[in-house]
């Protein structure tokens, strides 16, 4: 009797992965557990840094939590501020879109080379990859 028009509150809450609510209807509805990817960022001088993220996480976010971190400027993917090369694991990157094509190669940056660290996703396993400017913390 008291519920909400077209059940819009549980339809909200399946779309936002938060779980059963409390109705026996669409109870299997939690998102699995993404799995763990692993980033190492090597800088100019060889020093490496690792931090584990889930699949999908970008190189930028995971590198968060790093004690130096990827820099970066628009976060939106046109300056190439945080271009990466992938030293390892290219296989377990998204592919790389005409955005950040078009990105890398307006700020001079070879796309064939590098890649962007705030829209590249780690899909699965392990990427290592040399940054060229980090976060001044
Ligand atoms: S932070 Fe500007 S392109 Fe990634």
Redesign the pocket.
């Known amino acids: 009797m008291s519920m909400t028009p077209f059940r819009i509150r549980e339809r909200l809450k399946k779309l936002l992965g938060l779980g059963p609510t409390g109705s026996s209807e669409g109870s299997a509805s939690a998102a699995p557990p993404r799995p763990k990817v692993t980033l190492t960022v090597v800088d100019q001088a060889g020093e490496e840094q690792t931090f584990d993220g889930k699949a999908g996480d970008s190189p930028?976010f995971i590198s968060g939590n790093m004690a130096k971190p990827i820099g970066?400027?628009?976060?939106?993917?046109?300056?190439?501020?945080?271009r990466i090369e992938v030293l390892e694991g290219a296989e377990n990157l998204s592919p790389q879109d005409a955005r950040e094509r078009a990105?890398l190669e307006a700020n001079e940056h070879d796309p064939d080379t590098f890649r962007?660290?705030?829209?590249t996703e780690i899909l699965q396993g392990s990427v290592k990859v040399r940054a060229h400017e980090f976060l001044e913390i």
């Open positions: 930028l970066s400027g628009c976060n939106d993917s046109s300056c190439a501020t945080c990105t962007l660290g705030c829209r």
